[in-house]
């Protein structure tokens, strides 16, 4: 009884090394990138009834989730801090959520751990359920459906729903899957009757498919006001590499796609996603539990199917942070495929430390992956290693540092001195850019714009330092 004791406080602990670092990320070290600086920005300045109709700069997001931080900015506080207070919060209850199902899924203790790790370090999660956007919620309310899935579909359905399409754009995704998987059921049975269908246990199918009619009107009366055709031409644009393709390429687009899943979700390369991938089809096909995690499946696919449906209707992408909500099921999968290994006598120990390890690792590699961190950078330039030397911005750094300072309006750093830097600068001194960090397919990369590609190729520039979302170079005169 004691070492049980022991090993659930040691989970437990694991749980709050993962509340520090949010908290650390969230509130000593804060970074705000572009789009939570617009998106901010119109939750602080337009009021309820605005927050209903499309957005400008091409920010959108659920009308429950902007409403809801709409009355949380009202605190009197610092509204740089109570803008990030959903997200912080909401980021927290999933690893109480994973901790909790973590128990309920697994009786070894190196199970619940890995199963535990992975929502605590990886960078991926950790970092979209901190940003200003609804991904955190996307995860959350698929770990709660996962915990209490008899409770809410007995008493709570209807508002459970109903609040999840609202808050959560993948609330749609469940509440149709959900439905759509019974519907097929009932077929399969041969014991389709529609009312009987509805009107079963309490109305049960139709209370889950009022959150879908609710956001299916909404979303007609929005895609019908003026903006709606901006924001749907630049979303097309922007994510068009994530649409499925109707065509041969189809196979190519799947198979890179499930590979991302993995990098994006492990965060490691091809020799590993092939070890994970055999751990999956062991959960799925030989786990003794799959039948007792059959529901599980059933509405977890079914949801991705609906996901899959509106893809290829453009209507929804397919693409990183938006299948955040994927989590649960992919390291569900994954951490059964590690107890078949031990119910059939391999010894798992070995896989499982790595697997922790690998999470711990990937986190730290994450790091210099931050977007936007001006606090550092400023920290940085007024260090003795800048002093007396003349410092240019190129112009999106510039941009974003502007932006940054006024969004936070002066509460976490002081204005800095520098220079605009001109295509006619000819003096020496340091040049900052701006750099964009995201993970492809196959490996991490890095863009920069504006000036810096010139300055590269006239060896103007040499880079000497970076900073989480900037570069920093020392710049030559021009001969």
């Known amino acids: 009884m004691k070492t049980l004791k022991n090993k659930n406080t040691l989970l437990i602990l694991l749980v709050c090394i993962g509340i520090i670092i949010r908290l650390y990320l969230q509130f000593i070290t804060p970074c705000f990138n572009g789009d939570e600086i617009l998106l901010g920005n119109k939750i602080k300045f337009k009021g309820f009834i605005d927050l209903l109709y499309p957005l400008s700069d091409y920010q959108s997001a659920p009308p429950l989730y902007l409403w809801i931080q709409k009355v949380i900015i009202q605190i009197k506080i610092p509204f740089w801090i109570s803008i990030k207070l959903l997200s912080t919060v909401v980021s ?31 960078p991926f999660i950790v970092y979209h359920t901190l940003t200003l956007k609804q991904y955190g919620l996307d995860l959350l309310l698929y770990m709660v459906l996962l915990k209490e899935y008899n409770l809410i579909l007995k008493k709570y359905s209807l508002v459970f729903f109903l609040i999840w399409c609202l808050i959560s754009n993948v609330g749609l995704f469940f509440s149709a899957g959900i439905v759509l998987f019974r519907f097929i059921e009932k077929i399969r049975r041969k014991e389709f009757k529609f009312l009987p269908f509805l009107t079963n246990n309490h109305y049960s199918n139709l209370k889950i498919m009022v959150g879908s009619i609710v956001y299916i009107v909404y979303f007609l009366w929005y895609k019908n006001q003026s903006g709606y055709t901006e924001i749907r031409l630049y979303m097309e644009s922007y994510w068009k590499a994530n649409f499925i393709p109707l065509d041969l390429s189809i196979f190519k ?13 492990i965060n490691f390369r091809i020799y590993l996603a092939i070890i994970l991938s055999v751990l999956i089809a062991l959960a799925l096909f030989k786990n003794s539990k799959y039948s007792e995690l059959n ?181 030559q005169a021009k001969q």
Do not use: W
């Open 253 to 265: 687009h799947g198979i890179l796609f499930l590979y991302s899943v993995l990098i994006y979700f």
């Open 295 to 475: 529901h599980i499946y059933k509405i977890s696919f079914s949801a991705i199917f609906i996901h899959i449906i509106l893809n290829i209707c453009h209507l929804y992408p397919l693409g990183d942070r938006l299948f955040l909500y994927f989590a649960p099921i992919v390291y569900l999968m994954l951490v059964l495929g590690l107890e078949f290994l031990k119910n059939r006598g391999i010894k798992f120990f070995i896989l499982g430390i790595t697997l922790i390890g690998i999470n711990l690792m990937s986190f730290i590699d994450y790091l210099p992956y931050r977007e936007n961190d001006v606090l550092h950078l400023s920290q940085l330039l007024k260090t003795d290693k800048y002093k007396n030397k003349t410092i240019y911005m190129n112009g999106l750094a510039n941009k974003d540092i502007r932006s940054f300072l006024d969004f936070t309006e002066g509460q976490i750093i002081d204005p800095f001195p520098y220079k605009l830097y001109r295509n006619d600068t000819s003096d020496q001194g340091i040049y900052v850019t701006r750099v964009y960090h995201f993970i492809g397919y196959l490996e991490k990369s890095t863009l920069e714009y504006d000036s810096t590609i010139d300055l590269k190729l006239k060896k103007r520039i040499s880079l000497i330092d970076q900073i989480d979302g900037y570069n920093i170079y020392k710049l």
């Open 92 to 122: 927290i209850l999933i690893l109480f959520y994973a901790y909790l199902l973590a128990k309920s899924f697994f009786e070894n203790v190196l199970l619940q751990f890995v199963f535990v790790s992975f929502f605590v370090f990886n």
